[in-house]
Antibody, heavy 124, light 108 residues
Framework: QVQLQESGPGLVKPSETLSLTCSVS????????WSWIRQPPGKGLEWIGY???????NYNPSLKSRVTISVDTFNNQFSLRLSSVTAADTAVYFC??????????????????WGKGTTVTVSS | DIQMTQSPSSLSASVGDRVTITCRAS??????LNWYQQRAGKAPKVLIY???SLQSGVPSRFSGSGSGTEFTLTISSLQPEDFATYYC??????????FGQGTKVEIK
């Protein structure tokens, strides 16, 4: 079963750029969409964006101006960069695979594999 | 953007109770609705996709129903391991997506 593992700094200073990587193991990064989702302390889930293994992306409009998601198929990993961070970006950040069920033309998409999450605190 | 609203925000129930959680979409999303369970300190886990399809390995006491704008997640007989927070998610606007705000199921 494919496994995901987030990695990156746990503390980022305000106005700097948050950078995280999700490593995909026991499976290929190919043929799937890969996602970042975050959860502020005590709050709900917020989708940040997707990347397809080919490199095409889609971002949450509320974060689009600050987000970049990239993929490294050679190393089977994808990454998140969030610029100009503030305390409001303090959260647990999860990476996840977007799975698919159904048959053409009606597919159903859901996050079927998740990393354990990594806590990022924005503070000086 | 499609907004997802869950009710209630929290509920208290006992082991063995039947529990129902509702999720409403701000516009019709057909049956493009998923349900997740998140235990404290853990990543979410998909329970139901396509509004009513049970994910492999999920106990049959979980069921989902609905279409259009109103959906329900039902736990037929609450077990100790079911005390958690539940989220709905729409995949109608894929690749974009939105989650509900969550429903916390607590022990009475």
């Amino acid at each position: 079963q494919v496994q995901l593992q987030e990695s990156g700094p746990g503390l980022v200073k305000p106005s700097e750029t948050l950078s995280l990587t999700c490593s995909v193991s026991d499976g290929s990064i190919s043929s799937y969409y890969w996602s970042w989702i975050r959860q502020p302390p005590g709050k709900g889930l917020e989708w940040i964006g997707y990347i397809y293994y080919s490199g095409s992306t889609n971002y949450n409009p509320s974060l689009k101006s600050r987000v970049t998601i990239s993929v490294d198929t050679f190393n089977n990993q994808f990454s998140l960069r969030l610029s100009s961070v503030t305390a409001a970006d303090t959260a647990v950040y999860f990476c996840a695979r977007r799975g698919r069920s159904g048959s053409y033309p009606q597919y159903y998409y859901y996050m079927d594999v998740w990393g354990k999450g990594t806590t990022v605190t924005v503070s000086s | 953007d499609i907004q997802m609203t869950q009710s209630p925000s929290s509920l208290s129930a006992s082991v063995g109770d039947r529990v129902t959680i509702t999720c409403r979409a701000s516009q019709s999303i057909s049956n493009y609705l998923n349900w997740y369970q998140q235990r404290a300190g853990k990543a979410p886990k998909v329970l139901i996709y396509a509004a009513s399809s049970l994910q492999s390995g999920v106990p049959s006491r979980f069921s989902g129903s609905g279409s259009g704008t109103e959906f329900t997640l039902t736990i037929s007989s609450l077990q100790p391991e079911d005390f958690a927070t539940y989220y709905c998610q729409q995949s109608y606007s894929t690749p974009g997506t939105t989650f509900g705000q969550g429903t916390k199921v607590e022990i009475k």
